[in-house]
């Protein structure tokens, strides 16, 4: 089955500082790649997805890389926000990775 | 549009018992997979239905087992609980298998065993 491996598991940074998570994977058939963000008392929601087609997809402040190659995807939050304080998930093919709880200093 | 709901929000059960949890998916969805989250194993996947059939399986003991009904709803059941399964369990669905696509969770089932 998928291995999803995430780093780094906690991350601080100060606001309107850039923050990026890094997820690797081991199955070289897979072909998309989520994130989530999950607040407390509450499940994760999807903030942004990219295919295997694609080599980066950007939303607003937040963005994905991929790299099928190395089988590697990264998010990437510039401008962070109070709100952005929160765990973020990665995950491919039903498996997800530990998690990163991204703390962001006013 | 309504998101995923998932009922009971918190449950307390002995070891022993046995529990039930339902979960109601966005209208249209036809996929509904749970995951069981902890602290210390994170998110978990446990099985998948699509169309009342289980698609997927995790890797989880015969003691936890789930269906899915004509309009879609799910639950999931969990026999002789142990202490282990205290966890976050949760809710997902989708319009297709679950693998490729996008999830949209409920916000889940808190559940203590005691």
């Known amino acids: 089955g998928e291995n999803v491996e995430q780093h780094p598991s906690t991350l601080s940074v100060q606001e309107g500082d850039s923050a990026v998570i890094k997820c690797t994977y081991s199955?070289?058939?897979?072909?998309?790649f989520p994130w989530y963000k999950q607040e407390l008392g509450k499940g994760p929601q999807l903030i942004i997805d990219?295919?295997?087609?694609?080599g980066e997809k950007k939303d607003q402040r937040i963005a994905v890389t991929l790299n099928k190659t190395a089988k590697h995807f990264s998010l990437h939050i510039t401008e962070t926000q109070p709100e952005d304080s929160a765990v973020y998930f990665c995950?491919?093919?039903?498996?997800f990775g530990a998690g990163t709880t991204v703390t962001v200093r006013a | 549009k309504a998101g995923v709901t998932q009922t009971p929000r918190y449950l307390i059960k002995t070891r022993g018992q046995q529990v039930t949890l339902s979960c109601s998916p966005i209208?249209?969805?036809?996929?509904v997979s749970w995951y069981q989250q902890t602290p210390g194993q994170g998110l978990q996947f446990l099985f998948e239905y699509f169309s009342e059939t289980q698609r997927n399986k995790g890797n989880f003991p015969g003691r936890f087992s789930g269906r899915q009904f004509s309009n879609s709803r799910s639950e999931m059941n969990v026999s002789t609980l142990e202490l282990g399964d205290s966890a976050l369990y949760l809710c997902a669905s989708s319009l297709e298998f679950s693998a490729n696509e996008k999830l949209f969770f409920g916000s889940g089932t808190q559940l203590s065993v005691l």
């Open positions: 990219i295919r295997s087609n694609v």
């Open positions: 209208s249209g969805h036809r996929s």
């Open positions: 199955d070289s058939a897979s072909n998309y």
């Open positions: 995950a491919s093919k039903l498996s």
